[in-house]
């Protein structure tokens, strides 16, 4: 017997043993007792990270939807698959159950197949957290279409350039979207975005918000009429392990965004197992991932890894603050939520508010509480821990990225006992690697560097959809014979290991090199602060200083800002060293943030670096506006 659901610490260091002694046998007994397989694999895993080339059950085929869908109908077809939540509280929620949803995938795969969509082509999808989103996604599987979601938030250009990228030939969009007290017009960004396409044929467009929008003849389709007439089964595609899956682009350090590719059987095996264990879901459990599908947690951890556990997902359209900041507690009173998974920006945008907000709101449904997509500073770690789960549920602070398809790094709770701003351990079947500058692994504990991976898991990324020389030149180059990850981390005197942040913005002052992120949880602990970022500027003597841009809780009129500083200064002292001290501290109304709420520290480089003219295109930010704000307020 496999083992697939990890319930203590023990065991937990047995699993892993075993994943790592013999990883193929492993994934292999997960991937044959837990999956729908129409054939089997002729071997686990071949690769060769020089090349790169990886492959995970060769020749294996299978259709994702059938192990998402059709497999759970007959014991629990009525169980609700998705629950759709809107952006108003006004409007009624949806329960979608496993077979309602099995008939809206099939028929939009019907859709697509009219529409001259078959195996290979790819699907842009440009759309707001609706049903037909995730249905979308689903019904592109079932067809082996692949699916290139783009965040309903990003520009028109931004669209473009993704669109062009991989060669789509249909949009799947919606007339707008709501987003709080207001409303977009989504279907207009695309008409923008396709006067740059030549690829497009067709623009399927769902009714959302009911504006009068442009139809363009012989391109635009409404879609609903055509789910009424499709037929209501589909019969799935057969496809080979290793054939693509999706594409979803990330940003990379410089250039074009990098369309990374996820593959089919891997892909599936690790989401599905990651969620079950990091999340520690049972049958009857309510699950709520807030992130959108537009990015790599929604792909596995609101549609894929549930579905694939015949789970109950929840979907919210809307914005945390909207009609108020106690929004996501209500969701989770109302829909009893077993278990949520949010970001630390959200977390910290939250807490800004206040706790009379939380308090409101029966929280006791609460199990697990996870975090991902940047560093949870101290206080935010401790304010989650406070006040949403009172204590007694986990704090799961996963680390992993879009390249990675799944969860890497991560507590497993009730199992693995949590420290906070640590993500802890590496999980099943992930062998961590940390590096030195020059190359060599440092093994033992208490030990800090590079982050890379020595050994592949199934849902590593396969590619950069058309440019696989930058895929080898990113993640293959840096450090022999190893994924690299582009974050730094430690490793404490017990083996767990903290995500410092990014290596790309790592600052050498004096010569001592220090982590961003380390120094801006030293300046979130000062009471007054709510969020801060660090950067580098040339600085005569030092080789580089650091600028620090700070948002405070209350606009910080009533405080004497030069006493803040020397308070913010004396704090970095204590925690990190002198060295460590800001040079400059600009107090700011926010920091510009991309759509997925990471800081643009990019932006605030070169403006700390007097390089205001080199700021490139800031219009795919979430709030440009606080760009000329800052600029206008240079220290
Ligand atoms: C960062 C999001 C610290 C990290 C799933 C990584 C984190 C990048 C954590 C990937 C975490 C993600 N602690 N840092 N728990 N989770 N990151 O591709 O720098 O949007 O490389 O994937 O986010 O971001 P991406």
Partial sequence: ?????????????????????????????????????????????????????????EDAKLNITENCLDRHLRAQGDKTAIIFEPNSPDEEAQHISYRQLH?????????????????????????????ELAISVLACARIGAIHSVVFAGFSATALSTRI????????????GSYRGAKTIDLKG??????????????????????????????????LQPLLDEAYHDCVPEIMDAEDPLFILYTSGSTGKPKGMVHTTAGYMVYTAYTFKNVFQYREQDVYWCTADIGWIT?????????????????????????????????????????????????????????????EKYDLSSLKVLGSVGEPINEEAWHWYNDNVGKRKSPIIDSWWQTETGGIMITPIPYVTPTKPTYATLPFIGIQPAIMDENGDELKGNQVEGRLCIKYPWPSIARTIWGNHQRYKDTYFSVFENMYFTGDGA??????????????????????????????????????????????????????????????????????????????INQLITDRIGPIAKLDKI???????????????????????????DQLGDTSTLLNPEVVEEIISNVV
């Avoid at 975005?193 to 067709?202: M, P």
Wanted: charged share 30%.
């Fill in 1 to 57: 017997m496999s083992n697939y659901h990890i319930k203590q610490f023990e065991e937990y260091f047995q699993v892993y043993r075993k994943s790592i002694r013999n990883p193929e046998q492993f994934w292999e007994e997960i991937a044959e007792e837990h999956f729908v397989w129409r054939k089997k694999w002729t071997n686990v895993l071949s690769w060769d990270f020089k090349k790169p080339e990886i492959k995970w059950f």
């Fill in 103 to 131: 008939e809206k995938v099939c028929r939009f795969a019907n859709v697509l197949k009219e529409n001259g969509i078959g195996k290979g082509d790819r699907v842009c999808i440009y759309l707001p957290m609706i049903p």
């Fill in 164 to 175: 062009n990228d991989s060669d789509c030939n249909m949009v799947i969009t919606s007339d």
């Fill in 189 to 222: 960004i695309v008409d923008d975005a396709l006067e740059e396409c030549d690829c497009v044929d067709t623009v399927l467009v769902a009714k959302r918000i009911n504006t009068d929008i442009n139809m363009k003849d012989g391109r635009d389709k409404w």
């Fill in 298 to 358: 929604g792909h596995s951890y609101i549609v894929y890894g549930p579905l694939a556990n015949g789970a109950t997902t929840l979907m919210y359209e809307g914005v945390p603050s909207y009609p108020d900041f106690g929004r996501f507690w209500q969701i989770i009173e109302k829909h009893k939520v077993n278990q949520f998974y949010t970001a630390p920006t959200a977390i910290r945008a939250l807490a800004k508010q206040g706790v009379e907000l939380v």
């Fill in 490 to 567: 430690l490793r404490d005197e017990v083996g767990y290991y903290r995500i410092t942040g990014r290596v790309d913005d790592v600052i050498i002052v004096s010569g001592h090199n220090l982590g961003t992120a380390p120094i801006e949880d030293a300046i979130n602990e000062h009471q007054a602060v709510a969020e801060s970022a660090i950067v580098g500027f040339p600085h005569d003597v030092k080789g580089n200083a650091l600028y620090g841009y700070i948002t405070l809780k209350d606009s910080g009129e009533s405080r004497n800002h030069d006493n803040l500083r020397k308070e």
């Fill in 586 to 612: 600009q107090f700011t109304v926010g920091l510009p943030k991309t759509r997925s709420g990471k800081i643009m520290r990019r932006i605030l480089r070169k403006i700390a670096c007097n390089e205001t």
